[in-house]
């Protein structure tokens, strides 16, 4: 449900840059993209260069007409926020 949904700073986001614990932000709302990894048709690698940080140009240069928050609705971790101060 959405009250179990965080914020998530760059700092923490760039945390979770591994295959089994990749975490990636699109168009604000960050994602857990570890189960996706096999499915992905463009293939895990290039999947991964997102992994840690924010994919929104990556995957808008890619293929914008994709609908990241259709497919990885189940796989939303959080917010992408600013750095606390
Ligand atoms: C293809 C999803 C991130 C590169 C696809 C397709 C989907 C998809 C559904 C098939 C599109 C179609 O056939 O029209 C996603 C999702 C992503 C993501 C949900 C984010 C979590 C990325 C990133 C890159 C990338 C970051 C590049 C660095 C590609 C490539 C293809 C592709 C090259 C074409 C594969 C082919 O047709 O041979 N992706 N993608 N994707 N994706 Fe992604």
Redesign the pocket.
């Known amino acids: 449900g959405v009250d179990a949904l965080v914020r998530v700073p760059p700092s923490e986001l760039k945390k979770h840059n591994k295959r089994e614990d990749a975490w990636?932000a699109?168009n604000g709302k960050v994602?857990n993209?570890s189960h996706?990894l096999p499915f992905?048709?463009?293939?895990e690698k290039?999947?991964m260069?997102?992994a840690g940080r924010d994919?929104t140009k990556?995957?808008m240069?890619?293929?914008a007409?994709?609908n990241?928050d259709f497919?990885?609705d189940s796989c939303m971790v959080g917010f992408l926020t600013a750095e606390p101060s």
Do not use: D, K, N, Q
């Open positions: 990636t699109i994602y993209i996706y992905h048709p463009g293939g290039e999947l260069r997102v994919g990556l995957f240069l890619t293929h007409w994709v990241a497919m990885l």
